[in-house]
C-alpha cells in the first residue's frame, strides 16, 4: 500500500484530536490558520480528500437566511459572550505534548462498562408520568415525551471520526442496535460535530419518516446525505417549531461547528428545549458555562429534567465546554428538577481520567443540594421517580495504585431515601458559598483521581 501522502497524515492526525474551536472572529480565525496542519493544506487536496461525511456547505436561500441572522456578523456566527477557541501559554503544540506525555491508561474504563443491554419490551410501555428518559452514551438521549419519541444528538458509530480507521474509539457498546430502537418521531442534533451528529446513524434513520431538527444551516449537512428537504427543520436562536404536537426550540449556547481542519462559519450550534405533554426539558449540547442559562429556564423553564455537558473539558479549551460543575450550577440556572449528566462514559476526547467527571458532578450536586440520576447507559427512568443513585463506574475505574476511591455520595448509595440524589439534606447554600464549595470540592476531587 502506497505511504499517505504528508497532508493527508496531517489531516488524519488533526481528526483524532478534535480541539474544540469556538466563535470566529478574524483573530480566531488566523489563529486555526497558524495551527500546524492547517496551512500547508492545499486546496485541491484538501478536495480530493473531502468525504461525504465532511457534509456540505450552505447554498441558496439556506445561506441567505443565515446572513439574515441576528446571530452572525463580520461572516460568522457569533457567540453569547466573547469565546476563546483555545487557551494555551505559547503555541497549539501545548495541547499536543499534554496528549502524548498524560496517563492513557486513566483515560478509559479498566473493564467492560455496565451497560444495560436495553430491549424493546422495555420500552413497549409507555412511561406512567408521560416523560421517560433513556441515556445511550455520550450525548445520545432517547426521550418519550407527550407520547412521542425524540433521539437527541444520536450517534451509534463505532468512532467520532469522517474515517473508520482513525478518530475516538467507542468505549463501550450502544445499549441496542439502531434496528430494534422502533420509530422515532424527531431527531433533534445539537451542532454538526461528529460526537453529536454521525453520517451513517442520520441515512439509518432516513428511513423511519421522521423529521430532523437541526440549528441554521446544518441543514446542509443533512440534505446531502439524503434526508429530504422537507423533513427538516432548521431553528436559529430562540426559534421555535410545532413537530408532531411537540414544541422544539433551539436555544443559545457556547461552542462553535467544524467538521473538517479549518473553523466553520457558517453553521450555528444550540442546546434545545422540548416540551409537551405537561414536561419541558433541556438538552445542553455542547457549552460552556455562561450567564444565559438563567434566562433560558425564565423564558422556557422550569424543567423537569435537564441533560447537561459535564465531560471532554480541559484548561486548554475552558469556554467551549463546561466542567461538571459549571454543569451542575447550568442545571440549577436553568431551574431544572433532575439533573442527567450526559458527554462523558462514551468517548475519549479530553485528558481527564474517564470516571472524573462524574465523580465530580455528583460531589457538586451533592454540595449544590441538586437532585442527580446516573443510570448506566441503556436504563429506561421517569425523572418523577428516579433511580437510586448507585456508584457503578467504580468497579471499572482505573484508580492510580496506593489511592483511595474519591469520595461521592457512597453513604447514601444503595439506600432508598437518596433514590436519585446527591445529598438534598438542609437549604441550599447561596450562589456565593455554593461556588466557593464547588471550587474546593473540585480542587480536591482532582487531586484524589489523578
Not at 165 to 174: D, F
Not at 299 to 321: C, I, K
Amino acid at each position: 500500500m502506497p505511504r499517505p501522502a504528508p497532508w493527508f497524515s496531517r489531516l488524519a492526525g488533526l481528526t483524532s484530536q478534535f480541539a474544540p474551536p469556538s466563535a470566529g472572529t478574524a483573530a480566531e480565525l488566523a489563529a486555526d490558520r497558524a495551527v500546524p496542519g492547517l496551512a500547508g493544506l492545499p486546496r485541491a487536496a484538501w478536495h480530493r480528500v473531502r468525504a461525504d461525511a465532511f457534509g456540505a456547505e450552505p447554498r441558496g436561500e439556506r445561506l441567505a437566511r443565515i446572513r439574515r441572522s441576528p446571530n452572525f456578523a463580520d461572516g460568522a456566527f457569533r457567540n453569547p459572550v466573547p469565546t476563546r477557541r483555545l487557551v494555551y501559554e505559547r503555541s497549539p503544540l501545548e495541547i499536543t505534548r499534554a496528549q502524548l506525555s498524560g496517563d492513557k491508561t486513566r483515560r478509559a474504563p479498566a473493564a467492560a462498562v455496565p451497560v444495560h443491554r436495553l430491549l424493546p419490551a422495555d420500552l413497549a410501555a409507555p412511561p406512567e408520568s408521560g416523560l421517560r428518559l433513556t441515556w445511550l452514551g455520550h450525548a445520545t438521549v432517547l426521550a418519550e415525551i407527550g407520547g412521542r419519541r425524540v433521539l437527541i444528538d444520536p450517534v451509534w458509530g463505532e468512532r467520532c471520526s469522517p474515517f473508520a480507521w482513525t478518530g475516538p474509539k467507542r468505549l463501550h457498546p450502544v445499549p441496542l442496535p439502531l434496528s430494534e430502537l422502533g420509530p422515532v418521531d424527531v431527531v433533534v442534533v445539537s451542532h454538526d460535530h461528529y460526537d453529536h451528529l454521525d453520517m451513517a446513524t442520520v441515512q439509518a434513520l432516513i428511513g423511519t419518516g421522521t423529521v430532523f431538527a437541526v440549528p441554521l444551516g446544518v441543514g446542509a449537512h443533512l440534505e446531502h446525505w439524503g434526508v429530504p428537504v422537507d423533513r427538516i427543520v432548521e431553528l436559529d436562536w430562540w426559534e421555535s417549531a410545532e413537530v408532531a404536537g411537540l414544541t422544539l426550540t433551539a436555544t443559545p449556547a457556547r461552542h462553535y461547528c467544524s467538521r473538517g481542519p479549518r473553523t466553520s462559519s457558517l453553521f450555528l450550534w444550540a442546546s434545545w428545549v422540548v416540551s409537551g405533554g405537561g414536561h419541558r426539558i433541556f438538552h445542553s449540547g455542547d457549552t460552556g458555562y455562561f450567564p444565559g442559562f438563567a434566562e433560558i429556564g425564565r423564558r422556557l423553564g422550569p424543567f423537569d429534567a435537564t441533560m447537561v455537558q459535564v465531560g471532554a473539558y480541559s484548561d486548554f479549551w475552558p469556554e467551549v465546554h463546561m466542567t461538571p460543575e459549571e454543569g451542575v450550577q447550568a442545571h440549577l440556572d436553568l431551574g431544572g428538577e433532575l439533573l442527567l449528566p450526559i458527554h462523558w462514559c462514551t468517548f475519549n476526547l479530553a485528558l481527564h481520567p474517564w470516571e472524573e467527571p462524574v465523580e465530580r458532578v455528583v460531589a457538586a450536586a451533592r454540595a449544590l443540594g441538586a437532585q442527580i440520576a446516573v443510570p448506566r447507559p441503556g436504563k429506561p427512568f421517569e425523572p418523577t421517580d428516579p433511580p437510586a443513585l448507585r456508584l457503578w463506574w467504580r468497579a471499572v475505574t482505573a484508580s492510580p495504585v496506593g489511592t483511595e476511591p474519591p469520595t461521592g455520595a457512597a453513604e447514601e448509595a444503595e439506600t432508598p431515601k437518596a433514590a436519585g440524589t446527591a445529598g438534598t439534606a438542609g437549604p441550599a447554600p447561596s450562589t456565593s458559598e455554593a461556588r466557593e464549595q464547588v471550587t474546593e470540592l473540585s480542587e480536591q476531587i482532582s487531586k484524589s483521581v489523578r
